[in-house]
């Protein structure tokens, strides 16, 4: 008898997993930054997107551990950048990647009821044809309040409008390769 063999080419791997620590202190920190700082223009409609470097401030110490010590499982990282996001409603996310990064994520530190999830788009060529056809080009990452989510930062991802009347709050970040 023929014996037929199976095997994972080119798997994409999503790591995710629900972390309890305080949020209060990040939220209120990224409220106050808003009435101050602009609002940085990356792929984010009609939000706020706070300055990258929330990884130096005290409020998000105990985030920074939790995701340094979670990303021990895929390789040695540090994080090289850190954002918050208040998405209002209405707010949203175009499709786009992260470049000079190895790995990205993302923290919900709110997330209303229909405020908008994270969709992953299928990397591979061929997935044109398949929605031409009638396939699925996308997942939905359903997200919640303490929810952490780390992909390969060549994953091309949006975020859903925020259909909430409340504002959805999320910390995204990026891993750059530690050697040696």
Same mark, same amino acid.
């Given at each position: ?15 995710? $997993? @629900?972390?309890?620590?305080? @949020?209060?202190?990040?939220? +209120? ?5 808003? +009435? ?8 984010? !409609? ?15 110490? #105990?985030? $920074? ?34 470049? @000079?990064?190895?790995?990205?994520? #993302? ?16 990397? !591979? ?9 009638? *396939? ?9 309040? *303490? ?23 999320? #910390?995204?970040?990026?891993?750059? +390769?530690?050697?040696?």
């Amino acid at each position: 008898m023929t014996q037929l063999f199976i095997e994972d080419l080119f798997p994409t791997k999503i790591y995710h $997993c @629900n972390i309890e620590i305080n @949020n209060n202190a990040m939220i +209120k920190k990224l409220y106050e930054m808003q +009435k101050t700082e602009a609002s940085l223009q990356n792929s984010m !409609r009609l939000g706020w997107h706070s300055p990258t470097t929330l990884h130096t401030l005290p409020e998000f110490y #105990v985030l $920074c551990s939790f995701i340094l010590n979670l990303s021990k499982a895929i390789d040695n990282f540090y994080i090289s950048n850190m954002w918050g996001n208040i998405l209002p409603k209405y707010g949203y996310n175009v499709a786009h990647t992260h470049p @000079n990064s190895a790995y990205s994520g #993302v923290y919900y530190l709110k997330k209303p009821e229909n405020s908008g999830n994270l969709v992953l788009m299928d990397p !591979r060529p061929g997935h044109v044809a398949e929605y031409k056809y009638g *396939g699925d080009v996308t997942t939905v990452i359903e997200g919640a309040q *303490g929810k952490l989510v780390m992909f390969p930062n060549w994953l091309e991802h949006r975020v859903e409008q925020n259909l909430s009347e409340e504002d959805r709050i999320a #910390v995204s970040f990026n891993l750059g +390769k530690s050697h040696g």
